[in-house]
């Protein structure tokens, strides 16, 4: 009895053993399937986040490049003055039609949701949203599959180097940058086998990434006050915080020495980065990116790295040295060149322009329109046509819809008003602005002055020229010289007033060399095959100061928008997350 007992017990034993091994490998086998079909279900969620996330890249990256090709419809007063100009600050519209709506299009801080639909049937969801800041885009794909998520988040940068969105942008080089030249924004050169530097800096030469309103009252030589300034300046223009300004060089090399600067250090006090200030520029971007530091390799250009570096030049960058971004880098329109429309040179395009929707003034001509009341006798010395203190009139038609301008002159105020009705074509002519004159024009228009038989085509500002109000949204003028655009800089002796600098307003093109000498402020753009702050295009003694007014490439006064591939865009991506 007693063995037969103790049998029984052991047979239990085992049974229990035997049946908590059988239990352990069904659970550890379950354990298992739960396992795999968590991952595989965890798999798919990714992929479905994973497909959110590279469909709204290539997306956004469509929608950018269709907003620069569509300005006209994109550019809203928040697209047209955001942070470093980039248009996706509306968000994506996705439908095309000009309107960002909920539900259809991803607006910038929204929320998108779309279904994924497996080979086997089974759906999965992602809920893609949109946050742009500054030049940053960044989108965050959340999805779904079977009860698992994953999320998908990328950040990219989003730029386009337009020839209108630099302060200088030239075609052979900017000279030599020395003396107490500044700039507050972007410069562009694109040049070919050039046989000096393309940009050569020393003295005291610096660049600037932003500006504050009482620096833009220094700039106007603090002879205006904040209101005044407000009436030439668009609101949003009257602080920049962050230009993300570069400097950009394609086809030549730079060599950055003396005491020159790039960016700044560090803010003035009370400013700080948080709120968007950034005294850094964005970088600066040469041909494959090569630099060096050596005075002997750096006396030669054939010799030289893309960019040098020293003599106690200052670099405050974010980011740094690098090759030039642009497959397909922006042209410096000439008026040889193409236009947008097929066959036709800018020049053409341009005389087209003036013929249809302005006016013609040829030197020699035999007559003009019977319709054109104009006598250009009264201002005219020479070849050169000027608007100083005499007054002229030359319209086709009746304000508001004539074609031509009008000029008036006030003694007391030593002030001169300037309103063009279109595009009006000089050809033979120079054409001056006179000293200690204000010149304020209204409209956007365009001065186009030709050289003819070798006689004109060349334009001075001796005096003031300024917006009416609201630049450049409202009030623009374009200059188009043939040949030489100076801007002198000659001190402006006005009524009641000490002598003061000198402040030009604008949009100008050289199809030579642009002179914009000491004692001068240009607000805009200037854009010419070669920038100097001399005559010769040796040093300049300084106090020249240019500044990029944010906007402006996308409110072009008329003929600019027919220079083609004044624009290329750029999407690289910088961060990618997966969690």
Not at 160 to 168: L, T
């Given at each position: 009895?007693?063995?037969?007992?103790?049998?029984?017990?052991?047979?239990?034993?085992?049974?229990?053993?035997?049946?908590?091994?059988?239990?352990?490998t069904?659970?550890?086998?379950?354990?298992?399937?739960?396992?795999?079909?968590?991952?595989?279900t965890?798999?798919?969620?990714?992929?479905?986040?994973?497909?959110?996330?590279?469909?709204?890249?290539?997306?956004?990256?469509?929608?950018?490049r269709?907003y620069?090709?569509?300005?006209?419809?994109?550019?809203?007063e928040?697209?047209?003055?955001?942070?470093c100009?980039?248009?996706?600050?509306?968000g994506?519209?996705?439908?095309?039609?000009?309107?960002?709506?909920?539900?259809?299009?991803?607006?910038?801080?929204g929320?998108?949701?779309?279904?994924?639909?497996?080979?086997?049937?089974?759906?999965?969801?992602?809920?893609?949203?949109?946050?742009?800041?500054?030049?940053?885009?960044?989108?965050?794909?959340?999805?779904q599959?079977?009860?698992?998520?994953?999320?998908?988040?990328?950040v990219?940068?989003?730029s386009?180097?337009?020839?209108?969105?630099?302060?200088?942008a030239?075609?052979?080089?900017?000279?030599?940058?020395?003396?107490?030249?500044?700039?507050?924004?972007s410069?562009?050169?694109?040049?070919?086998?050039?046989?000096?530097?393309?940009?050569?800096?020393?003295g005291?030469?610096?660049?600037?990434?932003?500006?504050?309103?009482?620096?833009?009252?220094?700039?106007?030589?603090?002879?205006?006050?904040?209101?005044?300034?407000?009436?030439?300046?668009?609101?949003?223009?009257?602080?920049?915080?962050?230009?993300?300004?570069?400097?950009?060089?394609?086809?030549?090399k730079?060599?950055?020495?003396?005491?020159?600067?790039?960016?700044?250090?560090?803010?003035p006090?009370?400013?700080?980065?948080?709120?968007?200030?950034?005294?850094k520029?964005?970088?600066?971007?040469?041909?494959?990116?090569t630099?060096g530091?050596?005075?002997?390799?750096?006396?030669?250009?054939?010799?030289?790295?893309?960019?040098?570096?020293?003599?106690?030049?200052?670099?405050?960058?974010?980011?740094?040295?690098?090759?030039?971004?642009?497959t397909?880098?922006p042209?410096?329109?000439?008026?040889?060149?193409?236009?947008?429309?097929?066959?036709?040179?800018?020049?053409e395009c341009?005389?087209?322009?003036?013929?249809?929707?302005?006016?013609?003034?040829?030197?020699?001509?035999?007559?003009?329109?019977?319709?054109l009341?104009?006598?250009?006798?009264?201002?005219?010395?020479?070849?050169?046509?000027?608007?100083?203190q005499?007054?002229?009139?030359?319209?086709?038609?009746?304000?508001?819809n004539?074609?031509?301008?009008?000029?008036t002159?006030?003694?007391?105020?030593?002030?001169?008003?300037?309103?063009?009705?279109?595009?009006?074509?000089?050809?033979?002519?120079?054409?001056?602005?006179?000293?200690?004159?204000?010149?304020?024009?209204?409209?956007?228009?365009?001065?186009?002055?030709?050289?003819?038989?070798?006689?004109?085509g060349?334009?001075?500002?001796?005096?003031?020229?300024?917006?009416?109000?609201?630049f450049?949204?409202?009030?623009?003028?374009?200059?188009?010289?043939?040949?030489?655009?100076?801007?002198?800089?000659d001190?402006?002796?006005?009524?009641?007033?000490?002598?003061?600098?000198?402040?030009?307003?604008?949009?100008?093109?050289?199809?030579?060399?642009?002179?914009?000498?000491?004692?001068?402020?240009?607000?805009?753009?200037?854009?010419?095959?070669?920038?100097?702050?001399?005559?010769?295009?040796?040093?300049?003694?300084?106090?020249?100061?240019?500044?990029q007014?944010p906007?402006?490439?996308?409110?072009?006064?008329?003929?600019?928008?027919?220079?083609?591939?004044t624009?290329?865009?750029?999407?690289g991506?910088?961060?990618?997350?997966?969690?």
């Open positions: 009895m007693r063995k037969q007992g103790i049998a029984l017990v052991a047979t239990l034993a085992v049974v229990v053993v035997v049946a908590i091994l059988v239990f352990g069904f659970f550890t086998t379950q354990l298992e399937i739960w396992t795999t079909r968590n991952d595989t965890a798999n798919q969620a990714y992929a479905v986040a994973q497909a959110g996330i590279q469909k709204y890249k290539t997306l956004a990256f469509q929608t950018f269709y620069l090709n569509n300005i006209n419809t994109y550019g809203s928040l697209a047209r003055y955001a942070q100009g980039n248009l996706l600050t509306i994506l519209d996705l439908n095309r039609d000009g309107t960002i709506a909920a539900g259809t299009d991803l607006p910038n801080g929320t998108l949701t779309e279904t994924i639909l497996f080979p086997d049937g089974s759906r999965g969801t992602y809920t893609i949203s949109l946050s742009i800041s500054g030049p940053y885009l960044t989108l965050r794909s959340v999805g599959y079977g009860g698992a998520q994953a999320t998908v988040t990328a990219a940068r989003v386009s180097k337009g020839i209108f969105s630099n302060a200088i030239t075609g052979l080089g900017v000279g030599t940058l020395n003396g107490n030249l500044e700039i507050w924004g410069v562009y050169a694109q040049a070919t086998n050039p046989s000096d530097f393309v940009i050569g800096s020393s005291a030469f610096k660049m600037h990434n932003y500006y504050t309103a009482t620096q833009l009252a220094q700039l106007f030589g603090n002879n205006f006050t904040v209101d005044q300034i407000r009436d030439f300046l668009k609101l949003q223009a009257m602080e920049q915080r962050d230009m993300c300004a570069t400097l950009s060089v394609t086809g030549g730079v060599k950055i020495w003396g005491n020159s600067q790039i960016g700044d250090a560090s803010l006090q009370g400013l700080s980065t948080s709120d968007g200030w950034n005294p520029v964005d970088g600066i971007y040469v041909g494959s990116g630099q530091t050596r005075q002997n390799e750096c006396n030669n250009v054939s010799n030289a790295p893309d960019v040098c570096v020293g003599g106690g030049a200052n670099l405050y960058t974010s980011g740094g040295i690098g090759a030039f971004p642009y397909n880098p042209a410096i329109p000439s008026l040889s060149g193409p236009c947008t429309n097929a066959g036709k040179t800018w020049r341009l005389r087209d322009l003036a013929a249809n929707q302005g006016v013609v003034l040829e030197s020699g001509a035999s007559s003009i329109p019977s319709s009341v104009c006598n250009l006798n009264t201002i005219l010395s020479g070849s050169t046509l000027t608007f100083g005499t007054p002229i009139t030359c319209l086709d038609g009746t304000p508001p004539a074609k031509g301008f009008i000029y002159y006030d003694e007391n105020t030593k002030q001169g008003t300037l309103t063009v009705y279109g595009t009006v074509n000089f050809r033979g002519y120079d054409l001056e602005f006179k000293e200690d004159v204000v010149v304020r024009y209204t409209n956007k228009a365009t001065l186009f002055v030709e050289a003819k038989q070798n006689q004109g060349n334009i001075t500002l001796d005096g003031d020229l300024l917006p009416g109000q609201s450049p949204d409202r009030d623009v003028l374009g200059l188009i010289a043939e040949n030489t655009l100076t801007i002198t800089g001190a402006q002796n006005l009524t009641g007033d000490s002598p003061r600098k000198q402040v030009v307003m604008g949009l100008f093109y050289a199809g030579q060399r642009a002179i914009i000498q000491q004692n001068s402020t240009v607000f805009g753009t200037v854009v010419a095959r070669e920038v100097c702050t001399s005559n010769n295009c040796n040093a300049g003694s300084g106090n020249t100061s240019i500044v007014v906007g402006l490439e996308f409110n072009l006064p008329p003929g600019f928008n027919l220079a083609p591939n624009t290329s865009a750029f999407f991506q910088l961060t990618y997350e997966r969690r």
